[in-house]
């Protein structure tokens, strides 16, 4: 720790870890308050529940909500959770200079600190990362006293204290010991015969109906962690990743986009069938019923992004695997998820009732085509809190609303007509047809193999797909 190479390392370690965190604190407050200047961030539980509310009216809040930190205190922050929160979660529309220093700073940051190797830095190198960093902090408006305090830990006026430095190096050899832990896992895995062997295990076990619910929670999860950095396109039930976009004119409104990826096959008839439905008012409920992992929730946001586009209808999205449906207040959760989803102006957690605060925007959704999306609802209907649920759908369709519910299970509503669309596994010919169109080239016999083990589940075709692009494709 006492050489010249240790002690740049830790002067960049401060500098990195301190003076810029601290810096990245102060861009999300002023970004944050600059477009959200009805809920500017004071740093409580308040403001970040209004942060959740948009993530979950997003559709987002599924594959991210572990990444969300636990407060709402920007000083308790890691770096982490700092470059999710400004680069990652889709609560902010930084400028693409902006987001440029950030990334660049997080490159850093996970090249030193992420993966470090040794606690040293030569001159020459310290110099040229100090560089970068000066030409990132110029780039978020650093002001004066920052860059001179980054200054003066380069040149050794300000000195790093001895516990700090003994606090990193501790820290080091725990990643260390990770890294050494992961990278001899991964030498065990690394062949794409074990991949496909592990698959066909997999396969066999989710087509076993007593571990269908089981191995839908694994997939997902799996896909989670390999799927982060696809391209957003349209899809239908092949392709889960479901982005974040803001639509709208004078409010914004917010549901989850699906784009449609080059190898979309399947169930254009029944979107297209439900958009005209929805559209000339010949029916004003669509339910998308199915096993797991068979593309509800997908093809029903398809049908949304449709009926925006063609049609300017206003969305809302609903996600009541999120709601406590055993709540006493269930009624109220779902108006103030359905009310903000819509960009009304209301705001969570304020004294404005949600259920009378819906009644008021009746007026204005009867001028406007409106249409919610419940995703999810087997959780209600199966709760003590069915009947409440039904009450409010009935609200809603009274007022000439629209409504595409998502269910696992069948369920009606007494004296309304429903449009129901039931998705099943896609046929063999159209499962191998979206394999070849994810991985060009792949040999025929292994493609009709896979098609036959999938059972035409959607999700496992597109888990199959990613990791045979990163076999072939990516290596």
């Excluded at 889709?90 to 993966?115: C, M, T, V, W």
């Excluded at 959760?333 to 925007?361: A, N, R």
Aim: glycine content about 4%.
């Amino acid at each position: 720790m006492d050489t010249p190479q240790n002690r740049n390392f830790f002067k960049l370690a401060f500098i990195l870890l301190e003076i810029v965190t601290e810096q990245l604190r102060n861009v999300f407050k002023q970004e944050w308050d600059k477009q959200h200047p009805n809920n500017p961030w004071e740093d409580d539980n308040n403001s970040l529940q209004y942060f959740i509310q948009i993530l979950k009216s997003g559709g987002t809040w599924k594959n991210i909500k572990s990444k969300v930190p636990k407060s709402g205190n920007r000083d308790d922050w890691d770096p982490t959770a700092l470059f999710f929160m400004l680069l990652y979660s889709g609560a902010l529309n930084l400028s693409p200079i902006l987001k440029q220093h950030i990334d660049k700073l997080r490159e850093i940051r996970n090249e030193y600190f992420g993966h470090p190797s040794t606690a040293s830095l030569s001159d020459s190198k310290f110099q040229a990362v100090y560089n970068d960093i000066e030409v990132c902090m110029c780039g978020l408006n650093c002001s004066a006293s920052i860059k001179k305090q980054m200054d003066d830990i380069r040149t050794g006026v300000m000195k790093i204290p001895e516990d700090y430095m003994r606090n990193i190096e501790a820290e080091m050899k725990k990643v260390v010991a990770e890294m050494r832990t992961v990278v001899a896992l991964q030498a065990d895995n690394n062949k794409l015969l074990t991949k496909l062997h592990f698959l066909q295990k997999l396969m066999l076990f989710f087509l076993v109906p007593l571990c269908a619910l089981v191995c839908f929670s694994f997939v997902s999860s799996f896909m989670q962690s390999t799927m982060s950095s696809r391209e957003s396109v349209r899809t239908n039930c092949v392709n889960m990743d479901i982005p974040v976009t803001r639509i709208g004119n004078s409010f914004g409104t917010y549901f989850p986009e699906s784009l449609k990826p080059n190898y979309y096959v399947g169930h254009d008839r029944e979107i297209d069938t439900a958009v005209s439905l929805l559209a000339n008012g010949t029916y004003q409920i669509v339910t998308i019923t199915g096993p797991p992992a068979i593309g509800k929730t997908a093809t029903a946001i398809t049908i949304a992004q449709e009926l925006v586009k063609w049609h300017s209808f206003k969305v809302a999205f609903v996600d009541f695997e999120q709601l406590n449906v055993t709540s006493n207040q269930i009624e109220k959760d779902i108006f103030q998820e359905i009310l903000f989803s819509l960009g009304t102006g209301f705001v969570p957690g304020t004294d404005v009732d949600p259920k009378q605060e819906f009644q008021t925007q009746m007026r204005t959704m009867k001028l406007n085509q409106t249409l919610l999306i419940f995703d999810g609802i087997e959780t209600i209907l199966d709760s003590k809190s069915k009947s409440k649920f039904y009450e409010v759908t009935k609200q809603c369709l009274s007022n000439n609303i629209k409504l595409i519910a998502t269910s696992r299970k069948d369920f009606n509503i007494i004296g309304m007509s429903i449009h129901q669309i039931k998705l099943e596994p896609l046929s063999e010919p159209l499962s191998a047809e979206a394999l070849h169109k994810m991985c060009p080239g792949l040999n025929e016999e292994l493609v009709l193999e896979i098609s036959k083990k999938t059972g035409g589940v959607p999700l496992l075709l597109e888990l199959i797909g990613h990791l045979l692009q990163e076999a072939f494709y990516e290596e």
